[in-house]
């Protein structure tokens, strides 16, 4: 298997145990592994979905927040969705939090003052007041949907169910996390497996009486809906419902700058140990609710907040050997087998090298001892290794050359930096089985075409018995000739049926992002099918010169850069890419993309964007637009109604198309005063 397919079947492997342990932990409150274990397993999806994009067609965390709530409550959808949050392990993720921060609100290098909050090991819920009377009590759930468990909260004596104090909201929404205290948990141990799984079980009793019995506690960290909004501070919002008798942790500060964010997450560390509830991070969120506006969301997190996550659990062991893996993109990717060991309370026995760089960079070999961690990675890393214990018959690894299919690998050369890339990859594309196996494995994923009972290992027993080489072929299977396989009786073939005939209806976005275009992932596909909108016109980029116009038009779609413009490019200039896309089309029914309409100031109007603005970024104004209902295009036509022209270096070009076109031009004043109108 190549480095790329061995990527991405520890991507799927990966998604299904969150999936599993989302249900066990949201849902049944019986989880199978510890808190800072589910935590990595999230974290190291979300890490390599961005080294990897391409292992988005097999699932994202995007689309999974906690787990659909169960029938064992009545079903409440919240009044705003709770989403999860991003993670960060190392200084460098908060810098590039903080980064990513100024470029979208075009603040340079602005420090923007952020609140700290120890990040509590519990069960989070919401509470909904009106008029000051508690009136709801849910659950996460989903994040969309949560479970009324009301009563059970209301077992919690310091919450409070009537706000007494002056200018209480007509409706306020505090969102908290319940525990049970470490002390209070040497009563229980006997019966659940930690706190957090006490805590859960507690909650999720259907006798209210039961659940009255078990020491809950409580803080409150954020909010949900508030009418009307008279916070400006996440530090003001906490101050205040604490003098109205909310529970709120007393370690939460103030901080400013990479160095005090350093300084607070130090602190907190070291005295995690002694205090009586578990955290497991601190939360950073930007203070200036007004900012939090501006920033939003992305599909699954907000912007404006990050879990800094503490330090990762590590072991020693030994390298028994080092492997290669062929990934879906051709990437190839270093492996130790190691000797197994437990860590965090799981038993590991693979390591990735990442690259060749890497193993010379730490001058890795078969018979080493290494200290590896689980954090941030789609399989344990190696930190280091311990030389002195090195032995004379330890063996260089001398990275391969070639391909397992036996094809010459290359390393491409980036645009931006001009430097060669770490990794290696096959150039044989669909005519290297290895990466051709993998790009069926995405093919068939829950985010792609969805065919449940056509999982990584059918796959793998379907090519060997070469009933599938191509993907066209998983619409042409042979079921007699499966169904004398072992474990293939009528139901499941049955199954199968329904399931490859369901798929072949698809819409836009999905089939471009399963027909795996390397760096494009489920939010780039959902940019190009909004762009496209019919199938016809994604397939015009087959056509040579078709396609060198429609990518020129591509570079004004945010979203959408010079890397996923070429990686189109080449994608499509390979005649097998070509041929087996063509395929899928003529015998799939692709639905066109079909654009939420939004109400606002531009409600079912087109725009376009050229050059930079002053007081917000690019990304910023387009965010504003959708969310006023427009539809944001990257090219100049008869359909556009208002192309938007910032003062900081417009295209002339696109400015004098759209005089000749009779299209209204709003310069960035005028913009502004829509906005503020």
């Not at 923007?112 to 090991?121: A, C, G, Q, V, W």
């Amino acid at each position: 298997m190549n480095e790329r397919n061995k990527i991405l079947e520890q991507f799927k492997k990966k998604i299904a145990n969150l999936r599993k342990h989302n249900k066990l932990y949201f849902v049944k409150d019986k989880p199978e592994i510890s808190d800072s274990e589910y935590d990595n397993l999230k974290n190291e999806i979300i890490e390599l979905e961005k080294k990897y994009p391409f292992v988005k067609k097999d699932g994202s965390v995007d689309l999974i927040v906690g787990a659909p709530p169960s029938n064992k409550f009545k079903k409440i959808k919240h009044l705003i969705p709770m989403l999860s949050l991003s993670n960060a392990f190392n200084q460098g993720d908060i810098e590039d939090f903080l980064k990513k921060i100024n470029n979208f609100l075009n603040f340079g290098d602005k420090k923007i003052e952020l609140f700290s909050e120890p990040k509590i090991d519990g069960i989070s819920a919401t509470l909904i007041y009106k008029n000051g009377q508690l009136k709801n009590g849910l659950s996460r759930g989903d994040g969309i949907t949560g479970e009324d468990i009301l009563d059970n909260l209301k077992t919690i004596s310091n919450i409070p169910q009537k706000i007494i104090g002056k200018d209480i909201p007509s409706l306020l929404e505090v969102r908290c996390e319940i525990y049970i205290g470490k002390e209070d948990f040497k009563k229980l141990k006997d019966n659940f497996a930690n706190p957090r799984n006490a805590a859960g079980g507690s909650l999720r009793q259907k006798n209210s009486i039961q659940t009255s019995k078990i020491p809950l506690k409580y803080f409150a960290y954020g909010f949900g809906a508030i009418k009307p909004m008279s916070f400006k501070t996440q530090s003001e919002f906490l101050e205040k419902i604490n003098k109205w008798g909310f529970v709120t942790n007393p370690l939460s500060k103030k901080v400013n700058g990479i160095l005090e964010i350093q300084k607070q997450h130090s602190t907190i560390d070291a005295m995690r140990s002694s205090l009586d509830y578990d955290i497991d991070g601190l939360v950073f969120k930007v203070n200036d609710l007004s900012l939090q506006k501006r920033l939003g969301n992305t599909s699954n997190s907000p912007r404006w907040a990050i879990a800094y996550k503490f330090s990762a659990e590590k072991a020693i062991t030994k390298i028994k050997d080092i492997i290669i893996q062929v990934g879906r993109t051709g990437a190839i990717t270093p492996v130790a087998r190691v000797e197994p060991v437990t860590v965090g309370g799981v038993v590991v026995s693979n390591a990735t090298l990442h690259n060749e760089d890497e193993i010379k960079r730490k001058d890795i070999r078969i018979g080493d001892v290494i200290q590896i961690q689980r954090a941030g990675d789609v399989i344990p890393q190696v930190l280091s290794v311990d030389v002195s214990k090195r032995k004379n018959n330890s063996k260089k690894f001398y990275f391969p050359t070639k391909c397992l299919c036996g094809a010459p690998t290359n390393k491409e050369l980036s645009n931006n930096t001009k430097k060669e890339d770490a990794v290696r990859r096959c150039i044989k594309g669909y005519d290297c089985e290895y990466t051709a196996k993998e790009k069926l494995k995405h093919l068939v994923s829950k985010e792609a075409f969805n065919i449940d009972g056509l999982g990584k290992k059918v796959i793998d027993q379907f090519w060997d018995l070469k009933f599938i080489k191509n993907p066209s072929d998983i619409f042409n299977l042979n079921y007699n000739k499966i169904k004398i396989l072992d474990g293939w009786g009528d139901l499941s073939i049955d199954n199968l049926k329904k399931a490859i005939s369901k798929s072949k209806k698809i819409n836009l976005d999905r089939f471009i992002y399963s027909i795996g275009i390397r760096h494009i992932g489920q939010e780039s596909a959902k940019i190009l099918a909004a762009f496209f909108v019919k199938v016809k016109e994604f397939s015009k980029l087959i056509d040579v010169k078709k396609r060198s116009i429609i990518l020129s038009n591509l570079v004004e779609l945010d979203g959408i850069g010079e890397t996923q413009i070429n990686s189109i490019d080449n994608f499509f200039s390979n005649k097998k890419n070509a041929e087996i896309t063509l395929e899928l089309i003529k015998i799939l029914n692709v639905n066109d993309y079909a654009i939420q309409v939004k109400d606002g100031k531009f409600s079912n109007k087109k725009l376009m964007f050229t050059g930079g603005f002053h007081k917000m970024s690019r990304s910023e104004a387009k965010s504003i637009a959708e969310n006023n209902g427009a539809k944001v295009l990257g090219s100049i036509s008869k359909k556009l109604d208002y192309l938007i022209v910032g003062n900081s270096k417009p295209t002339k070009r696109k400015i004098d198309q759209a005089k000749d076109l009779n299209i209204r031009i709003i310069n960035e004043n005028e913009w502004n005063k829509i906005l503020n109108s």
